[in-house]
C-alpha cells in the first residue's frame, strides 16, 4: 500500500488531519444555516480561510528547529509592538479597540499573542538550566513575558483573550517544573485580588457578564439575554436535533451571534445531543494526538511547544463550551474551526501547523544525532 500512495502523502498525519477537515466541513454547514440556508457570507469564507491557513501550517512544518528557537523572541516583539499599534491606531468594533485594519483582513493581534507567548516560553525555558527552575530567574523574567501583553489586551478591554494568553503562560511554568508553592501562592494571591479587580479593574459590562453568569434569569431580556437564548437553542435540539437547516432560534434572530460565539448553540438545536457529543469527540482526538506529539518529542523546547499548543486550542474549546452552556461568563470566546472568524482561524492553525512541525521534528529525531 505505501508503494500506491505518494511518500509526501503518506507521511501527513492523517490521524489529526481527517477529523480536522470533517469540523471544519461540518463547520460550514452549521455556518451555512447561521446564515439562513446561504453560503454566503458565512461558509464560504470560513472554507476559504480553512484552506489558506491549511496551507501556511504546511509550511510552518517546513521550519527547522533552530529557525524557531531563533524566531521566537523576535516573533513575540513584533506581535507586541503589534498590540501597541491597536492603542494608537485600531480599528474599533463592538465598542472596543481590538484590530488592526489591514485591507484584506482586519487582524486581531490579541489572538496572535496566545501562540506568541508559548512560542517565547518555550524557547525561554527550554535554554534555562534545570537547576535554575526553583529560583527568581524561572519566575520574573516569565512573567514579564505573560504580563506586557496582557496589560496591552486588558486596555482594548478583552478579558477573555488576556485570560487565555495567562492560561497558556501558566501551562507552559507548570510543565517547566515551576515549584507547585509558588502556583498555590498564585492562586492564593487570585482570590484575594478577584473581588478588589471586580469592583475596580474592570468595566460596567464585565461586572454584568460575572453577575449575569451568577444569575442569569435576574435580567433576561438584558445582560442575560445572550446565554438564555443559548441554553433554550441547546436545549431545544433535544437528542437528535430538528434538523439541519431548521434551527428556529437562530432563523428567527433569538440566539445572538450564531455564526461566532454561539454557533455550538446554533449546531446543537439543529444537531441535538448527538451532534454535540460528536463535536466534542472529534476536539478530542485532534488534542490527543497533539499530547502524543508532546510526549514523543526528545528534546525541552519541542515538548513545552506542542503541549503550550494543545493547551492553547483547550482554553478556545473549553471556555467556549462553558460558555454557551452557561457554566462560564460569556467573554467572547469563539469556538476553533467552526465558529467564523479570520483571527481565530489563523491562531488555531498556527497552533495546528506548530504541532505539525513538531511532529516533523519527532519523525526525524532517530535520524540525527541531536535531541
Known sequence: MSSVIPAPVARQPWGMLLPLFVLVGFGAMVLYSAAGGHWQPFAVSHLVRFGI????????????????????YPGYAVVLVMLVAVEAMGFVGGGSQRWLDLGVIQLQPSELMKPAVVLVLARFYSGLPPAMTTSWRALVPAG????????????QPDLGTALAIAFGGAVLMFLA???????????????????????????DYQRRRVT??????????????????SKIAIGSGGLTG???????????????????????????????????????????????????????SRDR???????GMVATIFFYVAINLMMV?????VVGIPLPFMSHGGSSMLTNMICIGSLMMVNRWNRQAPQSRFS
Open 177 to 203: 517544573g515551576l515549584p507547585m508553592r509558588w502556583f498555590a501562592t498564585g492562586a492564593l494571591a487570585a482570590l484575594i485580588v478577584a473581588p478588589i479587580a471586580y469592583f475596580f479593574g474592570l468595566h
Open 301 to 307: 523546547f519541542a515538548k513545552l511547544l506542542a503541549a
Open 144 to 155: 514579564v513575558l505573560i504580563a506586557m501583553p496582557m496589560g496591552l489586551v486588558l486596555l
Open 242 to 296: 430538528k434538523g439541519f437547516n431548521e434551527g428556529s432560534q437562530s432563523h428567527l434572530n433569538y440566539l445572538p451571534e450564531p455564526h461566532t460565539d454561539f454557533v455550538f448553540a446554533t449546531m446543537a438545536e439543529e444537531w441535538g445531543l448527538i451532534g454535540g457529543i460528536v463535536v466534542i469527540l472529534i476536539f478530542g482526538l485532534i488534542m490527543r494526538w497533539g499530547l502524543q506529539v508532546a510526549h514523543k
Open 53 to 72: 491557513f491549511l496551507a501556511m501550517a504546511c509550511v510552518m512544518t517546513l521550519f527547522s528547529r533552530d529557525l524557531v528557537r531563533l524566531l521566537a
Open 212 to 229: 449575569t453568569f451568577l444569575d442569569p434569569e435576574s435580567d433576561p431580556l438584558g445582560a442575560g439575554y445572550h446565554i438564555t437564548q
Open 325 to 329: 452552556m452557561g457554566l462560564a461568563p
